[in-house]
Structure formats: structure tokens, C-alpha cells
């Protein structure tokens, strides 16, 4: 199988089971120019070490996690580190300290993108330092007579870059010496308990943590600050910076304490306001919500009189121009968008698995199925993209198996609406992509 081929039946296989695919996604996407070139624009606007914050907002349906998977790919391709977290219970908004330690826990990046990529980040950057020191004075890492002088000579190294960077915390340094120092010593109970500290993990062994040299927590006064910090290093081992996008930011109407919903609103107006400071260079951040977290009422961000000036509902609605608003609004799918997107899937069905089914399954015979179904679905016809596409890959699945069947027989045997309606109730989340999705084999 080549890679055009493996490619294909990634999306054809993710689309099946009713998800977003994980890669490929350019091969799909129709409608989205103006959105994409948008970020595009942020995304090279963070290569030169600004910073901002977009919204995604639109209904149900109106492809905000495929906008946001299509925008974790231009990333991934353009040199980012990404994180994609899912807010809710798990990753309260209202809890940054949390948030801090899901973007960690979260960032992947283009050449590894199923595995966790923070402790690779920071050995990356370690290494860096020992390579200075090798070039620089002669002393060889490999070399037992060499580490005692090594150790001492990185620990003021960390200090000293840290300082440069301006990121310097005197317990983030003694968590990153006390890495370099476990991973050298093959300490698994220190490796841990640092990597773990640095992450922002709770819990952690108070008696190790002592041992560490690590004084206080990372919590909420503190993890922007970390979060700076990191995304600094990122940068300094040679990537364009991080990227985190943030689906379901609506979780925020279901916060029932005033002061918890508060406080969500008042961590994006910090993520706001810092990067119009770019006090967190490199660093792109994105919200995709539905509408209603716009909405003018107790319970949404725009009732949060400090953000409410930027975020209110007839920013939100009406088309900004020249992608200076920090809102996209998202149009639902018409009948010529969903028909493109299923000209599309069909020619990847095709070289998928290695069959033509335009001889079968024309243009003018998909246009009439499509009319049918616009007339049959209503006005929920815009709002059933991913339920839609997964019906239609079942009938591409039949036809390719069995060639006797005649296209428009199957076609008109219908298709279910409740069965369509109920894949779009179930959850569509940016997560990490499965093996299969990804075309790779799972253990």
C-alpha cells in the first residue's frame, strides 16, 4: 500500500466510524479558505514571537472540531508544538493550574504525533546544554570521570539559560536539574516525581519533592508564568512555538458557581490580554464553542463586563474583515458544500480500496440522492454533516463489495434519519488520534 493510498483510507476509515479523521483533512475541507488563511496569518505571526487568541463559534454541526483538527494539522506542518484538550470536568477552565497541566500532558508534535511529547521536549533541551558543554570544554557525558564536573557545570547552565529566557524560578530550575540528574542516575522515583512536578501533576511524594530541591506548587498565582516558560524552551530546542486548542469552551454555561464561571472568564481575559502583550511569545491559543457561550446573558463570556467589549454578540455574528476580530463565525453546511465534500470522500473511497466509483455512482445521480435528502432532512439538512458522510461511506462500502448491485437501487433504499441524528449527538472531540485512525497498527 502506498502512501497516498494509506492516507485515503485513514480519512475513509474515520469517517466511517462517525469521527473527525486525524490527518488528510485538506482532502475534505471545502468552504474554509477565508478561515484558514486567517489563522495562517496568526500562525506565522506567532513564528516571529507574537501571540494571540481566536474563537471558533458556531452550532452544532458547523464543523468546529474539523476546523480545529484541519488547524492542529497547518500547525503540526508548520514547525508547532500542539496541545488539544477537551474542557470540561477533567480540564476545568476555571482551574488554570489544571489547564496548565493538560496542555503539558497534551503536546504532540508532527513527527510523533500519538505520543506524548513534554519529557522529549525538556531531555531535548538538556542535551542541547550538554552538547555546549562538550563543544565548548572538551568534557564528554559518556565519561564517568567527566560527570561530576558535567553535573555542576549544567545546573549553572539551566540557571543561566533560564535567566536569558526571562523564565527563571528557582524551583523550576531544581526540578530541571533534578531530571538531568535522575535520568543520568536511572532514578525512575525522581525521573517521575520532576517530570511530574514540571507538568503540573498533583499529588506528588511531599518527601521527593523536598529531596528535589522544589519548594512551592505550580498553581494558578504561578502557571502562567510555567506556561511561559515552556513554551519558551520549546522554541529554544528549535520549533515555531505551541499551539493549544481548547474544544467545548461553551462548558463554561454549565459552571453552576458564579465565582467558578467568573474565574473561566477571567483566564481567557488573561490569555487575552498577555498576548495582546505578548507576554506568551510563540504561543497561539483557540477556543471553538457553540454560539450560545456569546449569547448575552448571566450565564456567558460576554457578560463578563472586561472581555465583554471584545466578545459580544454582534461581533460574534456579523463577518469581520480582514481577520482583526478575534472571533470566527462559522456558517452552517448547505446542500453545494455537502455535496463537494461528498464528491471528495467518494474519490478517496476509490483509491482507497483501489476501485472507480464514478462509473457507478455519477455526479448527476449523487446530485439527485442529495436533493432528496435536503428535501427529506429540512432544515436539519445543514446540521448533519458527520452522520451524513458516515451513511454515505456505508453505501461506497457496499457497492465497492459488491459490484453486482445497481447505485441508484441503493440509493434508494433511503437513509434513516434517526440513525443520522443520533452520530451527531454523539461527541466529536479534538482528541489524540487513535492507531487506526492514523493508519498504523495497534498493539
Excluded at 521527593?208 to 506556561?227: H, M, P, Q, Y
Amino acid at each position: 500500500m502506498d502512501h497516498d493510498q494509506q492516507s485515503c483510507e485513514s480519512i475513509v476509515r474515520a469517517l466511517r466510524r462517525g469521527l473527525v479523521p486525524a490527518q488528510g483533512l485538506e482532502r475534505i475541507a471545502v468552504g474554509l479558505t477565508d478561515e484558514l488563511s486567517r489563522v495562517r496569518r496568526d500562525l506565522e505571526y506567532s513564528k516571529s514571537g507574537g501571540a494571540w487568541v481566536r474563537f471558533f463559534s458556531g452550532q452544532y454541526g458547523t464543523g468546529k472540531t474539523f476546523l480545529c483538527s484541519l488547524v492542529r494539522e497547518m500547525a503540526w506542518h508548520e514547525g508547532f508544538v500542539v496541545a488539544a484538550i477537551v474542557l470540561g470536568s477533567e480540564a476545568p477552565l476555571h482551574k488554570f493550574e489544571i489547564i496548565y497541566h493538560r496542555i503539558m500532558e497534551g503536546m504532540r508534535t508532527d513527527h510523533v504525533r500519538d505520543v506524548p511529547a513534554f519529557e522529549f521536549i525538556v531531555q531535548e533541551w538538556l542535551f542541547r546544554l550538554e552538547q555546549e558543554v562538550w563543544e565548548t570544554m572538551g568534557l564528554n557525558p559518556l565519561d564517568p570521570q567527566h560527570w561530576g564536573k558535567i553535573a555542576g557545570i549544567i545546573a549553572q547552565q539551566i540557571n543561566a539559560q533560564l535567566r536569558r529566557l526571562h523564565v527563571y524560578n528557582s524551583s523550576l530550575a531544581s526540578a530541571l536539574q533534578a531530571y538531568y540528574l535522575a535520568v543520568h542516575q536511572g532514578s525512575n522515583p525522581m525521573i517521575a516525581t520532576a517530570a511530574g512536578w514540571l507538568k503540573g501533576e498533583p499529588d506528588l511524594p511531599a518527601e521527593l519533592c523536598k529531596a528535589l530541591g522544589i519548594r512551592e506548587a505550580i498553581e494558578k498565582g504561578n502557571a502562567f508564568d510555567f506556561l511561559q516558560a515552556m513554551a519558551t524552551l520549546v522554541v529554544h530546542i528549535g520549533y515555531a512555538g505551541l499551539v493549544v486548542i481548547c474544544d467545548e469552551a461553551e462548558m463554561i454555561r454549565g459552571i453552576s458557581r458564579p465565582d467558578s464561571r467568573y474565574a473561566a472568564c477571567e483566564n481567557i481575559r488573561l490569555l487575552m490580554d498577555k498576548t495582546a502583550h505578548c507576554e506568551l511569545p510563540h504561543c497561539g491559543f483557540i477556543f471553538a464553542a457553540t454560539e450560545n457561550l456569546f449569547h448575552e446573558d448571566l450565564q456567558s463570556i460576554a457578560s463578563y463586563r472586561p472581555s465583554s467589549g471584545r466578545l459580544k454578540r454582534e461581533r460574534v455574528t456579523r463577518e469581520a474583515t480582514g481577520g482583526q476580530q478575534p472571533v470566527i463565525a462559522l456558517k452552517r453546511f448547505d446542500q453545494s458544500k455537502l455535496y463537494e465534500i461528498v464528491l471528495n470522500v467518494r474519490d478517496l473511497h476509490g483509491v482507497a480500496y483501489g476501485w472507480d466509483p464514478t462509473e457507478r455512482l455519477t455526479d448527476g445521480l449523487l446530485q439527485l440522492w442529495m436533493k432528496e435528502m435536503a428535501g427529506r432532512f429540512g432544515a436539519k439538512f445543514e446540521t448533519i454533516p458527520r452522520g451524513f458522510l458516515k451513511v454515505f461511506v456505508d453505501i461506497l462500502d457496499a457497492l465497492e463489495h459488491h459490484p453486482h448491485y445497481s447505485a441508484a437501487e441503493v440509493l434508494a433504499q433511503g437513509v434513516d434519519p434517526d440513525h443520522i441524528e443520533e452520530i451527531e449527538r454523539e461527541e466529536a472531540h479534538l482528541l489524540h488520534p487513535s492507531c487506526e485512525e492514523m493508519g498504523s497498527r495497534c498493539p
